[in-house]
């Protein structure tokens, strides 16, 4: 399995891949509206020869913390092939983009997901409870890239078009 930078001749078997994996075309329409907008920040996929079989966009997002910026990233959306699902691909994907992100100078991260799964990587919903957003939950989870990033005071979140919030 090979991790790289998303290019434009991905985007077909990215669209296909984000609508078998999520069973709709929500997410294949997002990445697009992101890349449109100039949001999309990290783009990655994986590949299994030739084969796309994961992908994952991080895209800039507009939080602050006490009415300070923090320079902070969604994680939104991460897919990975029906059938290669629960084999590592999107663990190997969330880590790289995670490397990435940290080493280019973002301080947070933003996801909706998984409680189940994003916490391994170090999300938190009781770091995203302060921030103030559409979304709540054990699924609204925060990471910080810097330490104490998000910590200070009350935050908000604000979610681009894109997201159609």
């Known amino acids: 399995m ?5 290019g434009p001749a991905d985007d077909d078997a990215i669209r ?3 609508d078998a994996a999520f ?3 929500y997410e294949s329409r997002l990445i697009v509206d992101l890349r449109d907008a100039g949001l999309a920040s990290i783009e990655l996929v994986s590949l299994d020869g030739t084969e796309v079989v994961g992908h994952i966009l991080l895209s800039a997002l507009d939080v602050t913390v006490a009415g300070k910026p ?10 990975v092939q ?8 999107g663990s190997a994907l969330v880590r790289e983009a995670l490397r ?4 280019q100078g973002w301080q947070a991260v933003i996801v909706l997901g998984h ?3 994003y916490p391994r990587f170090g999300f938190s919903a009781a770091l995203a409870r302060p921030l103030t957003s559409p979304f709540s939950g054990d699924a609204f989870m925060a990471l910080e890239l810097t330490p104490d990033a998000l910590k200070g005071g009350e935050g908000r979140v604000v979610y681009p078009p894109a997201f159609g919030i």
Not at 100 to 103: D, G, L, S, V, Y
Request: glycine share 12%.
């Open 82 to 89: 029906p059938g290669r699902q629960r084999q590592g691909v």
């Open 23 to 25: 069973g709709g075309t």
């Open 2 to 6: 090979t991790i790289r930078e998303r």
């Open 100 to 103: 990435r992100a940290q080493q």
């Open 16 to 18: 296909s891949l984000n």
């Open 115 to 117: 409680p189940d799964y």
């Open 70 to 79: 923090v320079r902070s990233l969604a994680l939104a959306p991460m897919s």
